[in-house]
Antibody, heavy 113, light 107 residues
Framework: EVQLVETGGGLVQPGRSLKLSCVAS????????MSWTRQAPGKGLEWVAS????????YYPDSVKGRFTISRDNAQNTLYLQMNSLRSEDTATYYC??????WGQGVMVTVSS | DIQMTQSPSFLSASVGDRVTINCKAS??????LNWYQQKLGEAPKLLIY???SLQTGIPSRFSGSGSGTDFTLTISSLQPEDVATYFC?????????FGAGTKLELK
């Protein structure tokens, strides 16, 4: 069974940093692209970062480019999202996704003073 | 970026009704369109991938059609457990983009 478990969320002040983790199980992690997607409270979904299976290439939308960094440790079956210079508009539930099929349960990030 | 226009935003239907939800892309996305179901407080679940392929384990009352710019999700006979919000996603080109969602309720 595919499982994706996110951790690392919480309340953080604007301008500060936070790092999310996602531990994957139930599939061969290094065979798949992985991504982070977010959903602001009561809003739609936004794809915020993707990384190829080797980690050699990454992709970001303009809204987070230069502030967020996606990475992975294939030996530990773990995906990361380093979020710097956080803004109030980054407040959302962040989901770890396996390519475009399986999603974790999500972790809440609240950016507020 | 490719814009995905999803309609309607809200839909009220009765058990047994045929329900259709539409997504229109701002440019050709071939068949790179997925449909997801999200129930309250849960993560999205993939229903249909690549426009018309049913994800494993999803009931056959769900189907997808379309290509290019116009796509449709159909629920052939609405069941109470189908109450949810439905999203489309284009994965033809980066950045991937979602429709705004359709909230489906029972009449």
């Amino acid at each position: 069974e595919v499982q994706l478990v996110e951790t690392g969320g919480g309340l953080v002040q604007p301008g500060r940093s936070l790092k999310l983790s996602c531990v994957a199980s139930g599939f061969t992690f290094n065979n798949y692209w992985m991504s982070w997607t977010r959903q602001a409270p009561g809003k739609g979904l936004e794809w915020v970062a993707s990384i190829t299976n080797s980690g050699g290439s990454t992709y970001y939308p303009d809204s987070v480019k230069g502030r967020f960094t996606i990475s992975r440790d294939n030996a530990q079956n773990t995906l990361y999202l380093q979020m710097n210079s956080l803004r109030s508009e980054d407040t959302a539930t962040y989901y770890c996704t396996r390519e475009d099929d399986y999603w974790g349960q999500g972790v809440m990030v609240t950016v507020s003073s | 970026d490719i814009q995905m226009t999803q309609s309607p935003s809200f839909l009220s239907a009765s058990v047994g009704d045929r329900v259709t939800i539409n997504c229109k892309a701002s440019q050709n996305i071939n068949r790179y369109l997925n449909w997801y179901q999200q129930k309250l407080g849960e993560a999205p679940k993939l229903l249909i991938y690549n426009a018309n392929s049913l994800q494993t384990g999803i009931p056959s009352r769900f189907s997808g059609s379309g290509s290019g710019t116009d796509f449709t999700l159909t629920i052939s006979s609405l069941q109470p457990e189908d109450v949810a919000t439905y999203f489309c996603l284009q994965h033809n080109s980066w950045p991937y983009t979602f429709g705004a969602g359709t909230k489906l309720e029972l009449k």
